[in-house]
């Protein structure tokens, strides 16, 4: 394979915990702190559980270490990193997917996010009302359908911004060595509050203890959607981190690791939440509206609830930033690498972007509420063409792509560090990436396009 001349070495990570911070901070998201618990509700607790644990086994870790391995033995972005594998094939074009994908995810990911702030700094203020659920409903609705809406997304991209323009070294990985650590110190003081509630040994036991006979094809098909969407892959989003790996990182340690701690943070997020909904006779099946709504009444029954509100809507901003700022390097790498643009114009390129999308999603509630196309507002469009089918179908194309089209002695050599260790799982990782993963990616996505 003939390399490529670079212009300037790439970034590199500084230090090995900065490069896993960084890693487990992209996937780590209101997809472990808000999705996963009431993926977990609706459900049955610990059936879905032990089927999400075996989903990232089996799943989750091999295709993150194909993201990997491709990304750190090319220095490249997802699409120059296929460009580079296969070139003159038309393999890259899967490149354009997950940078459109990182574009409309973080689009109505900004949106939620931004509504995170107003909630924090309601609670901080003490003007976030505690009248119950339907009240707190009332509240909701009229900061997702009012201009603030708009507002809190414009100042949560500029602090999305204000990181990436800091670079890889002093931006990224500063971030993720500062906030993943707050991030696990938030969770586990919320932990240690829910073991006084009385509703703790039951939410425990939904939650950990496994009732079979709801054990379902939907079930096991909603842990293997939660653990594909939990750990961020099919975005490239692991691969372009991957290319700012030093030389010497253990790719399949990292990836075990990765996907341990952002596993542990679902768990942790569970064993939060579930005690809380036991102990006020609320339903673990209350979905999305468990965060925003149900969770705020729940607060209030609490000694110093307004703190107890304000510190775990900080925990949801802490893990939308970690994985908004993963997704915007997605392009700012692509524009870099393959426009030869400068980081503060490729920074500020993307940032427009995304900017544009994420008002649009923020108005999708309100005044661009009858705007709709295939019935669906920006907001769940931008949601659904990036969740249920870019995300898929750049996850099976990446497990195709190593599995089969790539020289079995490029995945071995990033695998081994080039023979300076062992990976006795290599054959198993092969067949992970042909057989079980695309099999499973393939039922993801026609199980999200109602075919299952």
């Not at 393999?91 to 939620?112: D, P, R, T």
């Not at 994420?358 to 509630?365: K, Q």
């Amino acid at each position: 394979m003939k390399k490529e001349p670079e212009s300037k070495p790439r970034a590199v990570f500084a230090t090995r915990f900065g490069a896993i911070a960084a890693i487990v901070g992209s996937s780590v998201g209101l997809g472990n702190i808000w999705r996963f618990p009431y993926e977990a509700g609706m459900h049955g607790g610990g059936a879905f559980l032990i089927c999400y644990i075996i989903c990232v086994a089996l799943l989750g870790i091999p295709v993150m270490c194909a993201e990997f391995a491709m990304g750190r033995g090319t220095r490249r972005n997802i699409f120059g990193a296929y460009k580079k594998l296969c070139p003159g094939g038309k393999w890259q074009l899967s490149g354009y997917l997950g940078i459109l994908a990182s574009f409309l995810i973080i689009s109505f990911y900004s949106v939620v996010a931004g509504w995170t702030i107003e909630f924090c700094v309601q609670s901080a203020l003490g003007t976030l009302e505690f009248n119950g659920a339907e009240s707190n409903h009332e509240q909701f609705l009229e900061l997702i359908t009012g201009w603030r809406s708009v507002v809190w997304t414009i100042i949560f991209l500029a602090i999305n911004f204000g990181v990436l323009t800091g670079g890889v070294t002093k931006g990224i990985e500063r971030m993720a060595n500062v906030m993943m650590p707050l991030l696990f110190l938030l969770l586990i003081a919320f932990c240690v509050n829910s073991f006084f509630m009385p509703g703790f040994e039951d939410g425990i036991s939904f939650l950990f203890k496994p009732d079979f006979s709801k054990l379902t094809p939907s079930v096991m098909l909603g842990a293997l959607g939660q653990a594909f969407f939990s750990l961020s892959l099919g975005l490239g989003g692991m691969m372009t981190y991957a290319s700012y790996f030093k030389e010497d990182t253990h790719l399949a340690r990292t990836a075990a690791s990765s996907a341990l701690l952002d596993t542990s943070v679902a768990l942790l997020a569970g064993i939060i939440i579930f005690p809380a909904v036991f102990s006020f006779g609320l339903s673990p099946q209350a979905g999305p509206a468990l965060v925003f709504e149900v969770l705020p009444h729940v607060f209030s029954q609490l000694p110093g609830g307004m703190l107890w509100s304000t510190l775990f809507f900080l925990l949801l901003f802490l893990a939308s930033i970690t994985s908004t700022v993963s997704m915007s390097e997605i392009s700012i790498s692509y524009f870099c690498d393959e426009k030869k643009l400068t980081r503060g114009k490729a920074t500020a390129l993307s940032a427009a972007i995304a900017l544009t999308g994420g008002i649009i999603c923020a108005l999708s509630f309100g005044p661009l509420s009858s705007a709709t196309l295939f019935g669906m507002t920006a907001f769940d469009l931008f949601d659904y063409a990036a969740s249920n089918i870019l995300l898929p179908v750049g996850g099976f194309i990446c497990a195709i792509f190593v599995g089969w089209k790539l020289d079995r002695k490029f995945l071995a050599g990033q695998m081994t560090n080039h023979g300076h260790h062992r990976f006795p799982l290599l054959g198993i990782l092969r067949f992970c990436l042909r057989y079980v993963a695309p099999a499973a990616i393939l039922l993801i996505f026609l199980n999200s396009l109602g075919f299952l």
